[in-house]
C-alpha cells in the first residue's frame, strides 16, 4: 500500500503518529513562515503544515505543487491550534516529514469546489475531474448505498438477481429503439433493450417466481433533465401474485430505502400527511386527475382542485357560459397578493407551454370583503359559495381556470404546482408516495387512427372491464399502478397477461395482424402454451429515485458518465463515424447527407 491512513479518517486519536498519506493536492495557502496543503482523497481533506524555519528546505518543495498534483507525504499527527470542527479530521494536521510527487497536474479546467465555476458542458468534458467535486462523490456514494440497500431488501424476500441479454429484439415500450447492426447476419439487427419486459415474464414461465435486476435500458428518444438514453431500472416480476400483492412488497422497498438511506423513523414520518407503518396513499387514475390535473400528483401539499362548473355556469357571464370545464384552487393566506404578483400569474398560466386564456381570481379578505375582478358577473352570495366549495376562509384567494376540461385541469395542475414552489411548499428532504392505478389501459392516437397500449401490450384489462374490449375498448381500465414520490414518477408495472387467447385479443385491439403479432412477440406467445404462471412487477427508475434522495433535480448528477442533451458523450466524443471497412464487414452504406 502507499498509504497508512486515507485523507478522511485521521482524528485526535492519532496525534503522535507517523502517517504516510496520498492524494490531490486541493489548495494551499502560504502564511508568513508556514505553508498549509489541503490534501484530498475521496475520504475527506486533511491539512498539512510546513514550516520555513524548522524545514526550509521541504517548504519550498511544498510551494512548488500546483492544484491537483498526486502526491505522498509522510509525517506526524499533531493537534491543532486552530481547529475546525466542521470536518471529521479538522482537529488535527500533519507536520509534513517528506513529499513524493506521484504524478503533477495541469491547472484543471475548473474548481474543484461545490459550487464549481464550471459549466456543464465543461464538467462532462472533464468528468472525472468533476467526479472529484464532493457533491459529485456523494451522489455516487448514495447510488451505491441505494443500489446496495435494494439488493439486501429484495433478497431477503426471496426475489433473485438475474441478468437478461443486452442483443435482442425489439421491446414493446413504446420508445424507439437503439439498434446494432449483426456482422453474421447481414442486413439483420439486434435491438437493445428497452426494458427486460419479456425477458422477466419468460422467468416466470420458467419458474423463477420473484426476480429483480438493477439494469441498464435503452430507449431513443428525446432528451430532458430526468432522460437519458441509457439509464437504469429496478426491474422486478413476481408469479402467483395480485395486484394488492405488488404494492406491499414494493411500499416495503420503498420504507425500507428512506428507513435506511435517510434514516426516517416512525416520529419523522408521523409528522407528514401518511405514516411510515400505514399503507401509501391510493389514487385511481380519474380522482389524481380529477383532484390534481395530473397522473403524478404531487402530494407534498393539498390545494386540491375543485371542480365549480355546476355553480359558475349559466349566471350571464359569457366567457364562463361557453366552457364545458370551470376548475380552482385555494392558495391559503394568499388574499394579500399584489396586483404584480396576480399579474405574474396570469402570464404564467397564459405562457403557450400552459395556454390558460384568462386568469380568474376571488380574494376572500381578512376583514370578511371579497374582492374580483368576477364581482361585476356574480352576487356576493355566488363567490361565497364559491368559497365553500374550495373551503376558502378569510385571507384566502381562489385561482380560477376555465375551459376545454382536459386542458384546463392540466393548466390547474401547473399553476398549483408553481403555488406550492411559491409557497415553499414542495420541500426536498420531504417523501409523500403515492399510487396511482387503473390507468386507461389504451391510448387513441388520432394521428395513427388506431390504439396504443398506455402501458405495454402484455398489461392486463382489469378483469371486469375485458367485455369492453369488444365494445367500448378506450373505457377499459388496465390493472396497473404507478409509484409516484413527489410529482415525480418512480416507477411503473402492472399485473400481465398470462392467457394466450386474451393476449392475442390485446394484440388485435392494437391494429397487429396475427403474422405481425406472431413475429414479434410469437416466443412469448408461445411459452403461454407451456404453463405459464400469473404474474405480475414493476421497474423503478433508478436514477431518478437516486436523484430524489439526493435532492437533486438532473438525472445526469447522479450518473457517473452521462449524455449531454444532444445524446452526445462529449468526454469520450460519441457518436462517432466508423471506418469504410467496419461498415463493409457490417454491410452497411452510409447514404451522404446532401
Ligand atoms: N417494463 C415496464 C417499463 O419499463 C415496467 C413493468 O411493466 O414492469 O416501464
Given at each position: 500500500m502507499h498509504r497508512t491512513h486515507t485523507c478522511g479518517e485521521l482524528n485526535?486519536?492519532?496525534?503522535g503518529n507517523k502517517v504516510t498519506l496520498c492524494g490531490w493536492v486541493q489548495r494551499s495557502r502560504d502564511l508568513g513562515g508556514m505553508t498549509f496543503i489541503d490534501l484530498r482523497d475521496r475520504y475527506g481533506i486533511t491539512q498539512l503544515v510546513f514550516n520555513m524555519e524548522t524545514n526550509p528546505g521541504l517548504c519550498k518543495e511544498a510551494r512548488k505543487l500546483g492544484r491537483e498534483f498526486v502526491i505522498q507525504i509522510t509525517g506526524m499527527v499533531a493537534e491543532r491550534s486552530n481547529k475546525n470542527l466542521k470536518i471529521p479530521t479538522g482537529e488535527i494536521e500533519i507536520i509534513t516529514e517528506t513529499i513524493v510527487v506521484l504524478n503533477p497536474s495541469e491547472v484543471p479546467p475548473f474548481t474543484i469546489e461545490d459550487d464549481t465555476d464550471g459549466g456543464e458542458e465543461l464538467r462532462m468534458k472533464y468528468r472525472y475531474i468533476d467526479l472529484r467535486r464532493n457533491v459529485m462523490k456523494k451522489s455516487l456514494q448514495l447510488r451505491h448505498q441505494m443500489a446496495q440497500e435494494v439488493r439486501y431488501y429484495l433478497s431477503s424476500k426471496n426475489f433473485i438477481e438475474i441478468e437478461t441479454p443486452v442483443l435482442i429484439k425489439s421491446t414493446p415500450e413504446g420508445a424507439r429503439d437503439f439498434v446494432v447492426p449483426s456482422r453474421m447476419n447481414p442486413g439483420q439487427f439486434y435491438a437493445l433493450p428497452q426494458s427486460p419486459q419479456t425477458f422477466k415474464q419468460l422467468l416466470m414461465v420458467a419458474g423463477f417466481d420473484r426476480y429483480f435486476q438493477i439494469v441498464k435500458c435503452f430507449r431513443d428518444e428525446d432528451l430532458r433533465a430526468d432522460r437519458q438514453p441509457e439509464f437504469t431500472q429496478i426491474d422486478c416480476e413476481m408469479a402467483f401474485v395480485e395486484q394488492k400483492d405488488i404494492l406491499v412488497t414494493f411500499e416495503g422497498l420503498i420504507k425500507h430505502i428512506l428507513k435506511t438511506i435517510k434514516k426516517r423513523d416512525k416520529s419523522y414520518f408521523k409528522s407528514?400527511?401518511?405514516?411510515?407503518e400505514k399503507p401509501f396513499t391510493i389514487l385511481s387514475y380519474d380522482e389524481a386527475m380529477n383532484t390534481y390535473g395530473n397522473d403524478k400528483p404531487d402530494i407534498r401539499f393539498k390545494m386540491k382542485i375543485k371542480d365549480l362548473t355546476g355553480i359558475a355556469k349559466g349566471k350571464g357571464f359569457v366567457v364562463f357560459d361557453n366552457v364545458n370545464y370551470i376548475g380552482a384552487i385555494n392558495a391559503k393566506h394568499c388574499a394579500n397578493y399584489s396586483n404584480k404578483e396576480l399579474n405574474e400569474l396570469t402570464e404564467f398560466v397564459t405562457k403557450p407551454q400552459i395556454g390558460a386564456k384568462v386568469l380568474a381570481w376571488i380574494k376572500f379578505n381578512e376583514d370578511g370583503t371579497y374582492k374580483s375582478p368576477l364581482e361585476k358577473f356574480y352576487s356576493k352570495q355566488d363567490l361565497k359559495k364559491w368559497g365553500k366549495v374550495l373551503s376558502a376562509k378569510k385571507g384566502d384567494l381562489l385561482l380560477i381556470l376555465a375551459g376545454d376540461i382536459s386542458k384546463t385541469l392540466v393548466a390547474l395542475s401547473e399553476l398549483r404546482l408553481e403555488m406550492g414552489n411559491r409557497l415553499g411548499l414542495r420541500k426536498k428532504d420531504t417523501f409523500a408516495p403515492l399510487w396511482v392505478l387503473n390507468f386507461p389501459l389504451l391510448e387513441w392516437n388520432n394521428e395513427d387512427k388506431r390504439f396504443y397500449a398506455k402501458h405495454h401490450p402484455f398489461t392486463s384489462p382489469r378483469t371486469e372491464d375485458?367485455?369492453?374490449?369488444?365494445?367500448?375498448?378506450?373505457?377499459v381500465r388496465a390493472n396497473a399502478y404507478d409509484l409516484v414520490i413527489n410529482g415525480i414518477e418512480i416507477g411503473g408495472g402492472s399485473i400481465r397477461i398470462h392467457n394466450k387467447t386474451l393476449q392475442q385479443k390485446m394484440f388485435k385491439t392494437l391494429g397487429f395482424s396475427e403474422k405481425q403479432a406472431e413475429e414479434q412477440f410469437g416466443f412469448l406467445m408461445n411459452a403461454f402454451h407451456y404453463g405459464a404462471p400469473p404474474h405480475g412487477g414493476i421497474a423503478f427508475g433508478f436514477d431518478r429515485l437516486v436523484a430524489l434522495f439526493a435532492g437533486l433535480d438532473s438525472i445526469r448528477d447522479v450518473i457517473a458518465f452521462p449524455k449531454n442533451n444532444a445524446g452526445r458523450d462529449i468526454m469520450i466524443d460519441t457518436p462517432a463515424i466508423v471506418e469504410e471497412k467496419l461498415l463493409k464487414e457490417l454491410s452497411l452504406k452510409i447514404e451522404q447527407s446532401k
Open positions: 485526535m486519536h492519532h496525534v407528514l400527511q401518511y405514516r411510515i375485458i367485455p369492453l374490449l369488444d365494445s367500448d375498448p378506450a373505457k
